[in-house]
């Protein structure tokens, strides 16, 4: 397992012990299988093409997952470089794009924060569910607007491949909302642009104009003038209200 960091060194000792099975669990990392170990110590296309496959060759399982239930194609599928041919290469030897984490993630949950279009696009033609949510009722889109990049090209993908993006969490938020809470404005007006209603209220009981005013933690009044835009009412009546707003006020008062 340690060996797995070096691509050279590990397919030498692969090649010199043809003896050695590789479907064991390194029990000190989360009892991560040798699939797995080889994504996440940033192999790169070309090495990980190489030594794969020799790893399923000694025993290892392309649907072995380590203890958080991350198996080897949501690992793949949630890498920020471009492994389209190697996510390719996991669905063709047995991965389905239909598994899941413990916290019942997708791979297209996994993908949505770094992965390129093209990874997402192939997953979505190998039958990866748009609409699947996870154990908190988040959406792919969720997950991407929760990220640090909150890429907005990767939301067009996700829009095109049919993600729900204006569909509430099990705690009441949608993916506006989350983006209002971390300042994508890039995302909060591809959302608007796609149809996400502004007069609604969040988790907490308050307006995506509200959240424009007291907490976006970029530029206020550009996300204030993003919500009047597409047509959130300052006369608008929140629902409930959290420790910062009056039982029933507006987002003008």
């Known amino acids: 397992f340690t060996a797995t960091s070096s691509p050279g060194l590990f397919q030498e000792i692969l090649?010199?012990?043809?003896?050695?099975?590789?479907?064991g669990f390194n029990r000190s990392f989360n009892n991560s299988p040798m699939l797995v170990e080889i994504i996440r110590n940033g192999q790169d296309l070309n090495a990980l093409l190489t030594t794969a496959p020799m790893?399923?060759?000694?025993?290892?399982?392309?649907?072995?997952?380590?203890?958080?239930g991350l198996t080897a194609l949501l690992a793949a599928s949630a890498a920020a470089r471009g492994n389209t041919a190697f996510v390719q290469w996991l669905l063709d030897s047995g991965a389905t794009s239909a598994t899941t984490d413990q916290s019942r993630q997708t791979v297209l949950h996994h993908a949505a924060p770094k992965a390129p279009g093209d990874v997402i696009r192939l997953l979505r033609t190998r039958g990866a569910e748009p609409a699947v949510t996870?154990?908190?009722?988040?959406?792919?889109?969720?997950?991407l607007a929760a990220s640090q990049r909150a890429s907005i090209d990767?939301?067009?993908?996700?829009l095109a491949a049919g993600v729900p993006f204006d569909t509430p969490d099990t705690a009441g938020n949608r993916p506006l909302d989350v983006a209002l809470e971390r300042g994508h404005l890039e995302l909060e007006e591809e959302l608007l642009k796609a149809g996400a209603e502004v007069n609604r209220d969040n988790a907490r009981g308050?307006?995506?104009?509200?959240?424009?005013?007291?907490?976006?933690?970029?530029?206020p009044h550009v996300a204030v003038e993003l919500m009047l835009r597409y047509g959130e009412e300052?006369?608008?009546v929140m629902r409930k209200h959290d420790s910062s707003s009056r039982n029933g006020c507006t987002p003008r008062d």
Do not use: K
């Open 15 to 23: 090649q010199t012990r043809p003896e050695m099975r590789l479907d």
């Open 154 to 158: 990767t939301a067009a993908v996700l």
């Open 134 to 143: 996870d154990r908190d009722g988040r959406t792919a889109m969720h997950t």
């Open 55 to 68: 790893v399923l060759a000694r025993g290892a399982r392309v649907e072995d997952a380590d203890g958080s």
């Open 206 to 219: 308050t307006c995506p104009l509200f959240e424009a005013m007291v907490r976006n933690r970029t530029v």
């Open 234 to 236: 300052p006369e608008y």
